[in-house]
């Protein structure tokens, strides 16, 4: 388990369930990130401009702007910011429209594959 | 010369002769002989008056009976009946010049007759008649001494004659109604000739009789009687033959009395008496009833007009009787003939009715060679069915029935028929006919799809030596080919092995009918068999749409519940992992949220297995990928589960699995539930092993995925249902993990084979053809 320090990599969590965000900031705060969250797309694109995190976790369907439009607009800002789509729903995966995404995970209690991802689009993996 | 003693003598004598017997020839007779020795004359005859046809017929005679008989001319007896006109005495001397009274040889070489009428209440009865060789006139007194007997003689002649023709009148009426009722009774032909020719004989006081029927060869023998005649066999018959010749060339009857010469045929001796009657069957044969010596002790007796019409009136019962017996018989047979038709038309029904699947087939055939060798049809000694191969080009023996084997009741009656081991059967299950034109008859059947008949022992080349070596060199046989459409199905071969009887038109034809209509069965079972393999797939077709539609409906569900379930899931089983980090090894708290976890995961898994079914009936999105990495994955994600089994998972993946493109989710998907699985059913601290390798498949390069596991193995009763959705065995499990395996496997146009080794183990081979890489913007 890292340290918080201020070398430490902020993670945008972006999911309309609270408990979600709660239960994502307490595991990746465990790994050692500094996690931000928002509850919707307008608020995520804020935030994302604000912060600057390095990477944004992207739920699908979120009332007002879903998670696709989301992930447009953020691609729009910065193409090189890395995206985990993070969804309860398997059928996006071949939706062209999350080719734009570094991954797609399925929500599950187990975070590991999540945090793999993470691992992996931050460098971090070795 | 006469005296009244010598008159009493004469009247005791003739007394006598009427006493002696009741037959009025040898009553006659008699007298006549007392007669001629009392008048001293060389011949004398008594001539009595037939009252139906008012003739008179010699019935007595002194000496010797000589063939001259009874069958005195017309002509002579006119002029007896002058005589008898007259009313008185008549006598003649040759030296007068004038024709001898005395008519036939009788009359020959007298010198002098008297011929003398006997009357009766002043009617004549009978005519007297003396001769003598040496006399020139007759001797004085004789016309007196006739006179006186004449008187006597009348009463005695009439009385007799008509007590002696009423009782024998009335025993042969009386013996020819039961002679009626008996012939009447009897069905067979040969019984009634028989009857007629011994009640012909009893009737007439013959000693035996011989019935002949005129066939293509002549009169010949076919009925014989010699039962009053000791000693007389068959062989020993009376020379009647051309007697009966002629009776049946003039068409009316010939008599001979013996011992004589035989009229015409050059006088010939004969030493029977003779009376052949011709007759005619109504509508039928020719023939001749001959009876023989007419005696009476060693008195041979010439055949009377009684006995004549007495023979006459049996021959006419008895063709009456023959014709009923011949028209019986015609009956009969036409209701044999009709009911074999009914029989034939019976089967053809059947077997016109007789469908559908291919067992019916077999006991159709069956009860086809079983109808051909029954006694009740054709009655062939035996019948076998020989089946065509026509990839092989070979006839091979299949069913084989005997005559006298049992008949099944009816060719749907499956459970009835002969049992036992069917002998024939196995005779001829080993042979195989090569189709060919010189392999025999059974192979000619084939080829040029014809019947054969054979009623001639056939040479062995004509037949085949094969089908003599197991079938016997059968006297007489016939093949028939079972057609359909224009395929030969096989050959029917029926034969008359013991027999040997010839195959006759009659059943080769209904053979050939039979086998025609069986023909259209098994074709009309083909056409049915498609038919049925059609309509089962439509409805497997049909059921599939259904269940598309019912799964599509399904997926749409899932999914959203799946969203509204999955958060909530997320974090119960998120949390409650944070929670179990917090407590101290020893909690028993950590239990508690060990399970928790344990069971969100279930729920999880339950949820991802009824969306991705729900969901695999899309499309295969393929793209290569790298199978080392995709099994790894796979592998990555179990092993902790499996270590907490302890079982361990090892994977033996060689670094030569080439690249292969398929959709990588549903594979991924496939092996993790039969990953599952096989962690699920493994025995503790067993291993359940993981290995990958290109393969040679049916259709072509491949690789096949296998996962092992050392267990119980699947019960083989389940083997078949593994792969139904919502089948599990597991009580916890949603039953979908490897319908959606099996269902990503084959939509890469791939299978899962199973390997079961109940109570050890079971292996699953993912078998994935290895298809060409699909092109950017193509999605398999």
């Known amino acids: 388990m890292k340290s918080r320090d201020d070398s430490s990599r902020t993670i945008l969590v972006v999911d309309d369930e609270e408990s979600i965000r709660f239960l994502y900031r307490e595991e990746l705060e465990d790994e050692g990130y500094r996690v931000i969250t928002a509850a919707d797309g307008e608020e995520a694109l804020r935030k994302l401009r604000k912060d600057g995190p390095d990477l944004v976790t992207l739920d699908i369907r979120m009332p007002g702007m879903d998670g696709i439009e989301v992930l447009h607009r953020i691609r729009e800002m910065d193409k090189k910011i890395p995206v985990i789509m993070s969804t309860a729903y398997g059928e996006y995966r071949h939706d062209f429209n999350v080719w734009a995404s570094d991954a797609y995970v399925i929500k599950t209690a187990n975070l590991d594959e999540l945090k793999a991802h993470i691992k992996r689009l931050l460098g971090d993996d070795d | ?780």
Request: aromatic share 4%; net charge positive.
């Open chain 2, 1 to 780: 010369m006469s005296s009244s003693s010598q008159h009493r003598l004469l009247s005791g004598e003739i007394l006598k002769a009427f006493q002696v017997s009741s037959d009025p020839q040898v009553q006659l007779s008699r007298t006549a002989q007392a007669l001629a020795g009392w008048l001293g004359a060389d011949v004398c005859l008594l001539y009595v008056l037939e009252m139906e046809s008012g003739r008179f017929l010699l019935r007595g005679r002194s000496g010797p009976v000589s063939s001259e008989g009874i069958a005195s001319n017309p002509e002579e007896e006119g002029r007896l009946l002058e005589t008898t006109r007259a009313g008185a005495l008549q006598l003649w001397a040759s030296r007068s010049g004038s024709p001898c009274p005395l008519p036939g040889p009788s009359g020959k070489g007298l010198r002098s007759a008297a011929v003398m009428p006997v009357e009766w209440r002043g009617r004549p009865v009978a005519v007297m008649a003396v001769g003598f060789r040496k006399r020139a006139r007759v001797p004085e007194g004789t016309a007196q001494d006739m006179a006186s007997v004449s008187g006597a003689l009348a009463p005695l002649v009439r009385g007799s004659l008509s007590r002696y023709y009423q009782t024998r009148m009335n025993e042969i009426a009386g013996v020819l109604l039961r002679v009626s009722e008996r012939l009447s009774a009897l069905s067979d032909v040969q019984a009634c000739l028989a009857h007629i020719a011994r009640t012909g004989a009893q009737l007439t006081e013959s000693s035996g009789s011989v019935l002949r029927i005129q066939g293509e060869n002549g009169l010949k023998v076919r009925a014989f009687f010699a039962g009053n005649l000791p000693g007389t066999t068959a062989i020993d018959t009376p020379n009647d033959l051309p007697f009966a010749r002629e009776a049946l060339e003039k068409g009316r009857t010939v008599q001979v009395d013996a011992p004589g010469l035989a009229p015409g045929d050059g006088g010939r001796p004969v030493r029977h008496n003779l009376l052949c009657i011709p007759f005619e069957e109504r509508g039928g044969d020719r023939g001749v009833l001959c009876l023989f010596d007419r005696k009476h002790g060693e008195e041979p007796l010439p055949y009377t007009r009684l006995e004549r019409e007495t023979a006459r009136a049996l021959l006419r019962v008895g063709m009456n009787s023959l014709y009923q017996i011949g028209r019986e018989n015609e009956v009969r047979r036409m209701t044999t003939s009709l009911q074999r038709r009914v029989r034939e038309l019976t089967l053809l029904h059947r077997i016109s009715r007789a469908v559908i699947d291919r067992e019916d087939i077999t006991r159709l055939l069956r009860s086809i060679l079983e109808t051909v060798t029954s006694v009740e049809g054709y009655g062939f000694d035996r019948a076998f069915l020989f089946l065509h191969d026509p990839q092989e080009q070979t006839l091979r023996g299949h069913l084989g029935v005997a005559s006298g084997e049992r008949l099944t009741h009816d060719s749907r009656d499956g459970e009835a028929g002969p049992q036992g081991p069917r002998v024939l059967d196995e005779m001829i299950s080993g042979l195989t006919i090569p189709v060919r034109r010189d392999s025999g008859i059974l192979a000619r059947t084939v080829l040029e799809q014809r019947s054969f008949r054979m009623r001639l022992p056939s040479d062995q080349d004509l037949v085949g030596e094969e089908v003599v070596r197991h079938l016997g060199n059968v006297p007489s046989f016939a093949t028939v080919p079972l057609l359909s459409e224009s395929r030969v199905l096989g050959v029917i071969w029926v034969d008359n092995l013991r027999s040997a009887r010839p195959i006759e038109a009659e059943e080769y034809q209904l053979l050939k009918s039979a086998a025609a209509q069986a023909g259209l069965a098994v074709e009309r079972s083909f056409q049915a068999a498609a038919l049925e393999q059609l309509n089962s797939q439509l409805v497997e077709l049909r059921n599939r749409l259904m269940q598309w539609e019912k799964m599509a409906a399904l997926g749409e569900m899932a999914a959203s519940v799946a969203h509204d379930i999955r958060n909530p899931l997320v974090s119960i089983g998120g949390f409650t992992r944070r929670l179990r980090n917090l407590l101290p090894d020893d909690d028993r708290g950590r239990k508690y949220a060990d399970i928790i976890i344990q069971e969100v995961n279930r729920l999880e898994r339950t949820l991802a297995n009824v969306t991705s079914y729900a969901r695999s009936y899309g499309v295969v999105n393929r793209s290569p990928v790298s199978l080392y990495g995709l099994l790894s994955e796979c592998a990555g994600l179990f092993r902790e589960n499996f270590r907490k089994k302890q079982v361990t998972l090892r994977q033996d993946l060689g670094r030569g699995i080439p690249e292969i493109s398929l959709d990588e989710r549903q594979i991924k998907q496939a092996v993790i539930n039969v990953l599952f699985n096989a962690g699920e059913a493994a025995a503790e601290h067993s291993e359940v092993v993981l290995s990958a390798g290109a393969r040679e498949l049916d259709r072509g390069p491949g690789v096949v995925i296998s996962i092992t596991n050392q267990g119980e193995g699947i019960d083989p009763r389940d083997l078949q249902r593994i792969f139904r959705p919502f089948f599990t065995t597991k009580g916890t499990g949603t039953g979908l993990g490897l319908a959606i395996a099996q269902r990503a496997v084959s939509g890469h146009g791939g299978e899962i084979r199973v390997d079961n080794r109940h109570g050890e183990g079971v292996t699953f081979n993912i078998c994935l053809p290895i298809a060409p890489i699909p092109g950017p913007g193509s999605d398999g």
